[in-house]
């Protein structure tokens, strides 16, 4: 009996690692996602503001 506590004892430990592990990037990749997507917009609004001035269309 002590085999089959400890093989199941171990058993529930790698699933809960396992599942912990598998949310965590889960929650690495989505930030990852969302700044990579959030720097873009950063980076297309500068854009289009320097490039409004430099067209003289910005001094409306």
Known sequence: MHN???I???LFWGVTI???SAAFETLA???M???GL???G???L???KSRRERDGKGKD
């Open 4 to 6: 089959f506590m400890a």
């Open 8 to 10: 199941l004892s171990q």
């Open 18 to 20: 396992g599942a912990l």
């Open 29 to 31: 990749k989505g930030a």
């Open 33 to 35: 996602m969302i700044g």
């Open 38 to 40: 959030g720097g873009a």
């Open 42 to 44: 950063w980076y297309g």
């Open 46 to 48: 500068k854009w289009r």
